[in-house]
């Protein structure tokens, strides 16, 4: 028996059509390497998608790539993820599953107040396979505190459960302010444990079998490319796991520690050291830190370093500057209190560092609010951003 086992694709992540690229591209290679290392099925856990109601070219490549490998035999088995679900409950697998394109393992009734789980059953190795779904804000915790433990980890056989949460004990150092459930929440007997939601490479032995997450199969965000730079899956076979990674493009990645510079001389700097750096063809991310000697942020011609790297070919160029100040920033030091006090604290304090004409506190506590909108089940982005722009006109005066 051999599978893989993948999480967390987050197809719609990405804004920038060159990224969205990437991600598909990774998520069509590893179901392409999948095949080539001659799995019987594929596990997905959870995350297939960024939101529930996708944009549609990033459901029309799923649906394209999970056509072709059922057109292989190959099945793909399921769990709904805290990004598939929408506010109502409903979620993009369950229409791939109406059309054969994948079977969602989650699957059960409640009997005497307990969630009992079913198995569904690999025709070709009879593995034994479900699994819980995850929410987001840790809401599928409940699911586990009525489960019938018994029901599962009496079956017999070869056994695979899914999940979709963090586990306290497989947390990496930099994700652990990140909520999360005790290992013992996973039913003990099962031969493996195939884990999403953690964007980071783990395993462990728990009970009888092993406990992976494989992390994204492409980075989702700017500190996970310039952390990993690719994704992966796990290849298993028996009980015996090989993670496989997904490298689908050449990363580079700048540091620049900006402390008491001036904007002239880290932008001096940065262009020297683009000069010296073979970037053909590749994705570059590029962070700056510290609190600038003199000038600000936007004295930094950015434009002109974009230029310089994309005249050395770069595929794709990220800047992050959330770690670097100008000297006349001031750190904002409120007391605790109430969320409203908090805000409306910190909006006074930036008022009077900018200063921001007018005593504009309502207004901006009336932006933070339109800003806060949330898109609605089943609305058009145009649509959306056209309501928006409306009520943004409105509070500010100008419909």
């Known amino acids: 028996m051999k599978f893989a086992h993948m999480a967390d694709l987050h197809i719609g992540s990405w804004r920038e059509p060159k990224l969205r690229d990437l991600s598909a591209k990774a998520f069509t290679k590893a179901l392409e390497k999948a095949l080539k290392l001659g799995v019987d099925f594929i596990l997905f856990s959870g995350d297939l998608f960024n939101t529930s109601l996708p944009a549609m070219d990033g459901l029309k490549l799923v649906v394209e790539k999970l056509k072709w490998l059922k057109d292989q035999n190959i099945p793909l088995y399921a769990i709904a993820g805290s990004h598939d679900f929408s506010p109502s409950g409903r979620t993009m697998v369950e229409v791939l599953e109406k059309a054969g394109l994948l079977k969602n393992v989650c699957q059960g009734?409640?009997?005497?107040?307990?969630?009992?789980?079913?198995?569904?059953?690999?025709?070709?190795?009879?593995?034994?396979?479900?699994?819980?779904?995850?929410?987001?804000?840790?809401?599928?915790?409940?699911?586990?505190?009525?489960?019938?433990?018994?029901?599962?980890?009496?079956?017999?056989?070869?056994?695979?459960?899914?999940?979709?949460?963090a586990i306290s004990e497989l947390k990496p150092k930099h994700l652990e302010q990140m909520e999360a459930q005790p290992l013992s929440i996973l039913p003990q007997n099962f031969n493996y444990y195939a884990g999403g939601h953690v964007h980071h490479k783990s395993e462990m032995e728990y009970s009888s079998g092993l406990v992976t997450f494989p992390g994204a199969l492409f980075p989702n965000n700017f500190s996970e490319i310039?952390?990993?730079?690719?994704?992966?899956?796990?290849?298993?076979?028996?009980?015996?796991?090989?993670?496989?990674?997904?490298?689908?493009?050449?990363?580079?990645?700048?540091?620049?520690?900006?402390?008491?510079?001036?904007?002239?001389?880290?932008?001096?700097?940065?262009?020297?050291?683009?000069?010296?750096?073979?970037?053909?063809?590749?994705?570059?991310?590029?962070?700056?830190?510290?609190?600038?000697?003199?000038?600000?942020?936007?004295?930094?011609?950015?434009?002109?370093?974009?230029?310089?790297?994309?005249?050395?070919?770069a595929y794709f160029v990220m800047r992050n500057t959330s770690q670097l100040k100008s000297p006349d920033f001031e750190e904002i030091k409120i007391d605790s209190g109430s969320v409203e006090d908090v805000e409306d604290n910190l909006i006074r304090e930036h008022l009077g560092q900018f200063m921001i004409k007018g005593g504009e506190l309502n207004l901006t506590k009336s932006l933070m609010a339109v800003l806060n909108t949330e898109k609605k089940e089943g609305e058009h982005v145009h649509d959306f951003e056209d309501r928006l722009k409306a009520e943004m006109e409105k509070v500010l005066g100008l419909d």
Not at 287 to 298: E, V
Request: neutral net charge.
């Open 109 to 165: 009734n409640i009997e005497n107040n307990t969630l009992k789980l079913q198995f569904t059953i690999d025709p070709k190795t009879q593995a034994k396979i479900t699994g819980m779904l995850g929410k987001k804000g840790m809401l599928d915790k409940i699911y586990y505190e009525n489960l019938d433990y018994q029901h599962l980890e009496q079956e017999p056989g070869y056994k695979i459960f899914m999940f979709h949460t």
């Open 226 to 313: 310039e952390k990993y730079s690719y994704g992966g899956f796990y290849l298993v076979e028996e009980n015996k796991a090989e993670w496989i990674p997904l490298k689908i493009i050449d990363h580079f990645k700048f540091e620049f520690d900006c402390q008491h510079k001036s904007a002239q001389e880290v932008e001096k700097t940065v262009l020297e050291e683009i000069s010296m750096k073979d970037l053909n063809k590749v994705l570059v991310t590029m962070r700056f830190k510290g609190i600038l000697g003199s000038g600000r942020i936007g004295d930094i011609n950015f434009k002109e370093i974009f230029k310089k790297i994309y005249e050395k070919n």
